[in-house]
């Protein structure tokens, strides 16, 4: 079986192919953007080939997470303290932040601990990771599918089932092609 995920568009949907399945998913609602026109709160999905570099998981809704062949991902349980910053004026710009500071309370961040099912299961790739450059994106994830909508802010999403099943079958060196 192919080891790397592929984005395939079909009469404007999309999808992401793996071996021989295809999972539908969402992207970014305006569509997708190139790494050089990728900017912060653009609400685009960068196109690229990204490596999955980490999951989160909530352990309250969520088995934790077993892979074919151990250790391909590092894997953290998500606690209502866990953000991922994206204020563009911050040295944690496109980082993990812990949200138990009032110093990181006062910085623009997403927090990972929703009320929806949305990031049950958040997979990090490494778009603007290594090197992270200001205002080029941040917290461009893998994640599960909103269920009052078509599109994301940027990030992928899949139905949970459907990345539970694709997390099931990760082995090493696997990359997703936007």
Same mark, same amino acid.
């Given at each position: 079986?192919?080891?790397?995920?592929?984005?395939?568009?079909?009469?404007?949907?999309?999808?992401?192919?793996?071996?021989?399945?295809?999972?539908?998913?969402?992207?970014?609602?305006?569509?997708?953007?190139?790494?050089?026109?990728?900017?912060?709160? /653009?609400?685009?999905?960068?196109?690229?080939?990204?490596?999955?570099?980490?999951?989160?998981?909530?352990?309250?809704?969520? @088995?934790?997470?077993?892979?074919?062949?151990?250790?391909?991902?590092?894997?953290?349980?998500?606690?209502?303290?866990?953000?991922?910053?994206? /204020? @563009?004026?911050?040295?944690?710009?496109?980082?993990?932040?812990?949200? /138990?500071?009032?110093?990181?309370? *006062?910085?623009?961040?997403?927090?990972?601990?929703? /009320?929806?099912?949305?990031?049950?299961?958040?997979?990090?790739?490494?778009?603007?990771?290594?090197?992270?450059?200001?205002?080029?994106?941040?917290?461009?994830?893998?994640?599960?599918?909103?269920?009052?909508?078509?599109?994301?802010?940027?990030?992928?999403?899949?139905?949970?089932?459907?990345?539970?099943?694709?997390?099931?079958?990760?082995?090493? *060196?696997?990359?997703?092609?936007?």
């Amino acid at each position: 079986m192919q080891k790397n995920w592929s984005l395939i568009n079909l009469n404007k949907r999309y999808f992401l192919k793996f071996g021989n399945k295809a999972f539908k998913c969402q992207i970014g609602a305006e569509g997708l953007v190139s790494v050089a026109k990728k900017i912060e709160g /653009d609400k685009k999905t960068p196109i690229g080939k990204w490596s999955l570099e980490k999951l989160f998981y909530r352990s309250d809704r969520v @088995i934790r997470p077993k892979f074919k062949k151990k250790d391909v991902l590092k894997i953290y349980q998500i606690t209502k303290n866990c953000g991922w910053c994206d /204020d @563009i004026k911050s040295k944690n710009y496109n980082k993990y932040i812990k949200l /138990d500071t009032p110093r990181s309370l *006062n910085l623009n961040h997403e927090k990972l601990w929703k /009320d929806d099912e949305t990031y049950d299961i958040i997979i990090i790739i490494s778009h603007n990771l290594r090197p992270t450059i200001k205002n080029k994106g941040s917290a461009i994830f893998v994640h599960c599918s909103l269920s009052n909508k078509n599109r994301t802010d940027g990030c992928i999403a899949l139905k949970k089932k459907d990345l539970i099943f694709l997390l099931k079958n990760l082995r090493d *060196n696997i990359y997703i092609k936007i």
